[in-house]
Structure formats: structure tokens, C-alpha cells
T-cell receptor, first 113, second 112 residues
């Protein structure tokens, strides 16, 4: 059983396009996250939702818009994609507001051409 | 003060050797220090974690050593195996912060 799943696994698109990445967790967790991992492997948190409420919103261009329809899902929509958006995007989840044990999804590899 | 500094950036160890990765932090309010392991093409996975009330935690071949006064903690991998080859991230959280602060990662290669 997959704990945290993401779709799609790979995404290749042109500059200027709009794309979405979906995340689902079946762990019963109430907190979900989006991370960006760049080419140097640096992990940077982008957003976090607790019970569908946005609780972390790092300095991210407003072209990135998260949406949490329910506790088990967190989607990421990106408008007007730029070359610098190319990265691996990870969804994660945890239980409770303490951000301790986070369970990561397999990642979505985004390449903007 | 929110940073976690990790070294080395990369590490090559012979099979059976000891791998040591070091991290340092500034924020004394941090009270939870996990290590994550990431294999190529996969998401990071929690490996082992420690709280500052103990100086060492061991799980199998993996040990965290914690020095609260120096604000440093390290991961030791005993009897390193080729299957341990991965990127390792230290992290910290606690106090007013509501997020995990990750180190920059260490790429470990264990040669057979």
C-alpha cells in the first residue's frame, strides 16, 4: 500500500504553460507539505497545510498555488512555468502540528523546456 | 539561526568502514533531530532521530551522537555496506518553528 503518492511522476512541459501536481496520503495524517529539491539536492519547504488550512507559506512566487480539498489531498498548481521551476517536487505528510516524522512521496520530476 | 550546517558534502567509504556525517545548528530551541536517507529517484525516508535529553541513540548499524553544549550532532554508520550508498540529510525542528530545517545533504558512496 502506497502511503504518500504523487502524480505524475514525470512532467516535461514548455515555458509559459500551466501544470498541476497531485498528492494523496492514506496514513490518516492531518498535515501535508510541498518541498522543492533542486539540482544540488537541497530540500526547501514551500507550503504546509494542517486540516486544510495553510500554515506555512515560504517565499514562493505567487505562480505557485497549493490547494487542499481535504486532509488526504494536497495539490500544487503552477502557472506560467519558468526554466528555474525545473526540479523535483516532493509531497510529504505528518501527524499533528509537530513536524517531526514526515513521510515523503516518490517525487514529481518537472522539466521546463 | 534557522540554519542547519551539514558536512561533508560527499563521502566515499570502503565496505565495512565507518561513515560519519556531521551537522551543527544555532537555534537552542530545537528539540528534535532526525536523519533522512534518500536513494536515487526516491523520496527521503526517516532513518533515525534523537531528542536532546540523550547523548546517543543506536538503531542497528546507525548511531546518532548528540552534543548539546556544542550544538552538534552526527550520524555514524558502522560496517558500511554498498546498499547504504545514498544521500543523507540531517534536520532539526522545535521551539517557535513549525517546520523541519534540513541540512544540505551528504552523498555517501560505499565502495565494495
Amino acid at each position: 500500500d502506497t502511503a504518500v503518492s504523487q502524480t505524475p511522476k514525470y512532467l516535461v512541459t514548455q515555458m509559459g504553460n500551466d501544470k498541476s501536481i497531485k498528492c494523496e496520503q492514506n496514513l490518516g495524517h492531518d498535515t501535508m507539505y510541498w518541498y522543492k529539491q533542486d539540482s544540488k539536492k537541497f530540500l526547501k519547504i514551500m507550503f504546509s497545510y494542517n486540516n486544510k488550512e495553510l500554515i506555512i507559506n515560504e517565499t514562493v512566487p505567487n505562480r505557485f498555488s497549493p490547494k487542499s480539498p481535504d486532509k488526504a489531498h494536497l495539490n500544487l498548481h503552477i502557472n506560467s512555468l519558468e526554466l528555474g521551476d525545473s526540479a523535483v517536487y516532493f509531497c510529504a505528510s505528518s501527524s499533528g502540528l509537530r513536524k517531526e516524522t514526515q513521510y515523503f512521496g516518490p517525487g514529481t520530476r518537472l522539466l521546463v523546456l | 539561526q534557522q540554519q542547519v550546517k551539514q558536512s561533508p558534502q560527499s563521502l566515499i567509504v570502503q565496505k565495512g568502514g565507518i561513515s560519519i556525517i556531521n551537522c551543527a545548528y544555532e537555534n537552542t530551541a530545537f528539540d528534535y533531530f532526525p536523519w533522512y536517507q534518500q536513494f536515487p529517484g526516491k523520496g527521503p525516508a526517516l532513518l533515525i532521530a534523537i531528542r536532546p535529553d540523550v547523548s546517543e541513540k543506536k538503531e542497528g548499524r546507525f548511531t546518532i551522537s548528540f552534543n548539546k553544549s556544542a550544538k552538534q550532532f552526527s550520524l555514524h554508520i558502522m560496517d558500511s555496506q554498498p546498499g547504504d550508498s545514498a544521500t543523507y540529510f540531517c534536520a532539526a525542528t522545535g521551539g517557535a518553528t513549525n517546520k523541519l530545517i534540513f541540512g544540505t545533504g551528504t552523498l555517501l558512496a560505499v565502495q565494495p
